[in-house]
Each structure stands twice: as C-alpha cells, then as structure tokens.
C-alpha cells in the first residue's frame, strides 16, 4: 500500500488549464517530454516523483492535492450503487471503477445522479407516491442529499467562507472572543440580541431586527447560534456566490445549503482554521482541551477536525461521523479512504454503535477495511439535553478516526500497539457491498456474490458465500 503508485491525470489537466498552458509549454515547466506528459493526464503513466517536485518549485503547488480522496469516494459510491440487484451480475472490477473514477470523473458523477434518480423513483412507484401523478411532478434527487454530496464532493472545506469566518473573529491575527464579536457584529448593523428561557435555540425578526437565543441553550450551542446569523446578515454575498456556483436544481436544496453554509461559517469563527490547528497538533488533537480551549462542544470539534484541508495548510486528514441510536448515520466526512455508506447504516462492529453502552468515555479501536486499509478510531456519545422536565433528549454517538500512520500524532492511540495485527479489529462500509464471508454481524448478504444453500448445514449465517 505504501509503494502504491500515484495516478492524477485529471489533476494534472486541471492545475494545467487553471494556470492557461499549453501541454508544450507545461511540460517543458515540468522537464518532461510531451508524450510523457501527455500519457500522466491520461492515466497510462502515474506521476514521477521529479514531476511531484517540479510541481512544488515551478508553482508552489501542494502536492497533496494529487492525491485527494475525490477519486476513492467517487469509486466507494459506485460500488454502493452497482451492488443494487438492477444491475444483476454485471458489476464492474474494481480496476474499472478506479480509472473510470479518475480519468472520466464528471461521466462516473453523472452516473451516480441517475442511480439516485432511478432509486427515488422506484421508492416512489412503490410507495404509491402521489407527487408522480401532479403534472409537475419530475425526477430529481432529494434537496437534502444534493446538499450532503455538495459537501461530500467539496472535502466538506469550503475555501472563501472559511477565510472569511477566520478574518471576522481574527482581524489582526488575534482571536477574538466569538460572542462578544459577534453580538457586536449584530448591533452595528441595528440588530438587538436577547435570550429568554423558553425560546427556539434561535429565533430571527427581520420586522423588528430583534435576534433571540435560547438562555437554557449551553454557552457553545449560543456562540454558534449567534454566528449563524452573523453569517446569514453579514456574510449574504459570500453565501450567494457559493451557492450559485453550486447550481443546486431547486430551490429547496438551495436554501438548505445556505443553512449548511451559515453553519460552516459559524463552525469556522469559533474554531478558526490556523490558530485552531496550531491548537490541535500542540495538545495531539486532544478533543477536551481542544473543546475548553475554544468554548466549543465534542462535537464541533470532532466535526472541525475533519474539515482542515486548506491547501498549503492541512491537517491529519479525519473522518468524522455522528449515529443516531438506530445506527443512521446523520452527519459524514471523510478527508481518508474510508468512506461511509451513502444508504443505510454504518458497520455494526464500528467502535461508534458502542459508545451509548459506555456514555461519558472514550472508546478506541484499530480497525481494518476489507482493502487492507487500517485505522485508528475514536467514538464518544453525545447527549443533547431537551432543557425541561419531560422534554425529549437527544442521544447520538460522535465518530472519529484516522489512517494508523498518523496514529503517532494522536494522543489517545499513545499506549496502542499499532505494529501488532490481531489488534485490528474487521469493519466494513456496509453489508450491502462488504466482502467478508463469515461476520457474524453481517445484517444482510452482500448483493456482489452469489449465494450457496444448504439445508442440511448450518453456520455462522444461514448461508454461504462464494467467492
């Protein structure tokens, strides 16, 4: 895995369109020939090392951009998609997803719209839905998802807003205190900020431009809640921009999205991205301290770690996910190979499911994918209360983790032996597409492989599984 030869040819054209070159003159920057060069951004070369470093020196390109996770995601998500009985047995190698993800990424894109198309209409015959008989009825992929792959396919690091979020709470390169900044932020602009008890986490008045806070809402929940609307007041241009260069195909998923921003913007002031990640390999990506050090929650900062992909500056690439009680996933990212199911839930032996049995405590663990991949995975749950007697709490579990190369830097993996293979523990991205034949979790057969029955013989399931 480590020898694993580096194919970018789709970066390579796109840095080479954005700066206006020719392939002649590119590859005369880079000191190759033109066929060479030709061959790299068409995938039939991987990229040299000479060409790695010429990158860096010719343009002060970061070279970690050529291997971002884009392409493992666009592929993890195809094979998610190909598992659906539609496609019966015709399911693609592996091999033929990796370059169809890398050489013709817009062509495997377009090809997981029209998956979620076909899904959602299949749901829709067969709940007897309604909205297909309206003239107006279309297909379209649900406002919500297109917003979540919005920020999936985005690294989930959204560049202009969050500068613009460390330029409001750190002027002159000096954090300021987020509330304080951002009521008087408010108040410039003719805004009143209030709390009261009893009200809505946060409740806007454009009428009377009156901001209300719930006062029960812990500190954190406040700060944030108050940098949202600094965001949706102040930031409005900014948050067009974005949005229309997203080109979100309904209304619905636009205003959705502008939540999403507002909410990154908020993210971003409270946990600004250099001083914060100064902050996290100082204390080893310590989430107390992390958390007491910047008044925020677990949660946003788990959530914040997994967001520090600015080029030029990033961090320990993270995945970060939140579960609900049934095992829904309703928050992902993944700056790493392992990416999440796009449907259903996550896998049962991830450390996650296992933090409401432990509420209060870390739990660690060294997994490893069935691609051989190994990570180090922490989970913690998170209770929210409901701020009254009687009134409902919400219970969650926060996961986080890394590839085990970076383990070092990660202060709970210190007393872990990371050398020693019975330490990993077997997960997978979910049942539907995993390839292990005897877990004994294993919820559903994986729809890749054909299934042996026998009567007569029973195992771990009631099935077995070829190859």
């Known amino acids: ?15 080479r369109t954005r700066l206006g070159l020719t392939q002649k003159d590119f590859a005369a920057k880079l000191g ?21 470093l010429a990158l860096a020196q010719e343009f002060g390109f970061d070279v970690t951009e050529l291997s971002s996770g884009d392409a493992e995601r666009v592929v993890a998500d195809m094979r998610e998609a190909l598992a659906d009985p539609v496609f019966g047995d015709t399911t693609p190698p592996l091999a033929d997803l990796r370059l169809a993800a890398s050489n ?24 007897l839905d309604e909205a297909l008989g309206r003239e107006d009825a279309r297909v379209q992929p649900s406002a919500w998802e297109e917003v979540r792959d919005f920020f999936h396919y985005c690294d989930n690091y959204i560049d202009a807003v969050d500068r613009a979020a460390e330029h409001f709470i750190c002027p002159k390169g000096e954090r300021l205190d987020p509330y304080i900044t951002a009521k008087e932020a408010l108040e410039r602009g003719g805004v009143t900020v209030t709390r009261l008890p009893d009200a809505p986490l946060r409740q806007y008045d454009p009428a009377s431009r009156t901001l209300t806070l719930s006062a029960s809402a812990d500190p954190a929940t406040q700060r944030f809640q108050l940098l949202h609307q600094v965001a949706l007041l102040t930031q409005a241009d900014l948050l067009d921009a974005t949005l229309d ?3 979100f195909q309904s209304d619905e998923a636009r205003a959705i999205a502008r939540i999403g921003l507002a909410n990154y913007f908020a993210g971003a002031a409270m946990l600004p991205y250099r001083a914060f990640l100064e902050a996290a390999r100082d204390t080893r990506h310590d989430l107390e301290r992390l958390a007491d050090l910047f008044g925020a929650s677990l949660e946003q900062v ?35 190979k392992l ?47 409901g701020g009254a007697w009687g009134a409902p709490r919400r219970r969650f579990a926060i996961g ?4 085990v190369r970076h383990a070092s830097q990660i202060v709970y993996a210190d007393d872990l032996d990371v050398g020693r293979d019975a330490a990993y523990e077997p997960i997978g991205i979910s049942c539907r597409i995993c390839e292990r034949h005897n877990c004994h979790q294993r919820a559903v057969p994986p729809l890749e492989r054909r299934l042996g029955i026998d009567p007569d013989k029973r195992g771990i399931l009631p099935y077995e599984i070829a190859d």
């Open 302 to 336: 788990a959530h914040r770690l997994s967001t520090l992909q600015r080029p030029g500056a990033k961090g320990v690439p993270f995945f970060f996910a939140r579960v609900d009680q049934a095992g829904t996933i309703t928050k992902r990212h993944s700056a790493t």
């Open 339 to 385: 990416q999440f199911a796009r449907f259903g839930g996550a896998c049962p032996l991830w450390n996650a499911h296992h933090a409401f049995e432990a509420p209060g405590k870390f739990l660690r663990q060294l997994a490893e994918t069935p691609d051989g991949a190994r990570y180090f995975c922490l989970a913690h749950d998170i209770t929210k209360p």
């Open 32 to 52: 190759v020939s033109l066929p060479y060069l030709n061959q790299m951004e068409n995938n039939n070369r991987p990229v040299s090392t000479s060409v790695v």
């Open 1 to 15: 895995m480590a020898n694993q030869k580096l194919y970018a040819g789709v970066k390579l054209r796109e840095t």
């Open 245 to 247: 260069f997203a080109r």
């Open 104 to 127: 013709a990424p817009a062509l495997a894109r377009a090809f997981l719209d029209l998956h979620r198309a076909y899904r959602q209409t299949h749901e829709r015959l067969a709940s």
């Open 400 to 403: 986080l983790g890394c590839e």
